[in-house]
């Protein structure tokens, strides 16, 4: 892997993508962050060398380098999911490479299901901490340790002093955040009433079928991360209905100018 990560930086730095100090993923529906940028390069996956490339129709497959609020930021426009057939290591390659290149501050964005039934489609929920359901780890691999600590410390994930600045923030712009647990699961298919009150039990207040890894690679590399939940349906197994998929997007669409506003007014602090 090391060779390959060698490989793909190289190829980046070459394009043009360099000294970034910010990295953002952009999860299903969140794409229109692109629109605030100064874009300066962009690269669509199939041209990145090692790279995996976005398999799901909604997820657009490129990586941009730009300047948001004066940071020189890298943003992945579509990720990479482990119901496409990757791998975990596959699904985490980006932010291996994003660290070589030079960011510090990692930002995550997903969609969600609400398990909390006090959260409502529409909100968004900061995520506090993770239960992992995706039965594997990003770091199970031969040679994991040259890359980083092999016993990653998981006692704080989120950056709780972005997370501070994250509820600052939408308390001053009138914008309802939820804190909570997010339960990621492999997926693609949606939950059952039971799976949904399992996961209650177990903690969780929101689902959905990313972030974790790259929570995990995040710190196993030290960087400073964070991630917002827009929640885009409510996942309650007394009244479940059956899920329309372009209602999940159109949802996570509304919802992301709210996102927007968090990530935009955080870039400024750092």
Not at 247 to 265: G, Q, S, V, Y
């Amino acid at each position: 892997m090391i060779k390959d990560i060698e490989e793909t930086v190289s190829y980046l730095q070459s394009k043009g993508f360099n000294n970034p100090e910010v990295g953002i993923i952009l999860g299903t529906g969140l794409g229109q962050l692109i629109n605030e940028i100064e874009v300066l390069k962009e690269v669509s996956y199939n041209h990145i060398p090692n790279f995996p490339t976005a398999t799901v129709e909604f997820h657009k497959g490129k990586l941009i380098y730009g300047i948001l609020e004066g940071k020189n930021v890298i943003v992945m426009q579509g990720r990479f999911h482990l119901y496409e057939g990757y791998s975990l290591q596959d699904v985490t390659y980006p932010v291996r490479i994003m660290e070589k290149l030079g960011i510090k501050t990692l930002l995550v964005s997903n969609a969600s299901g609400a398990i909390n039934l006090n959260y409502k489609k529409g909100e968004l929920m900061l995520i506090d901490d993770h239960i992992n359901l995706q039965g594997g780890s990003p770091l199970a691999f031969k040679g994991v340790e040259q890359l980083g600590e092999r016993f990653a410390d998981m006692s704080v994930p989120y950056n709780a002093e972005i997370n501070t600045k994250f509820k600052n923030i939408a308390k001053t712009h009138n914008i309802t955040l939820h804190e909570g647990v997010y339960a990621s699961v492999v997926g693609p298919q949606l939950e059952t009433r039971a799976e949904y009150r399992m996961l209650k039990i177990l903690g969780a207040d929101a689902v959905g079928m990313s972030t974790v890894p790259e929570i995990i690679v995040a710190n196993h590399l030290k960087l400073n991360v964070a991630a917002v939940s827009v929640l885009t349906d409510e996942c309650d197994p007394s009244n479940l209905k059956p899920v329309d998929i372009s209602e999940i997007i159109a949802m996570a669409e509304k919802a992301e100018p709210d996102m927007i506003t968090l990530f935009k007014e955080l870039l400024k602090t750092l």
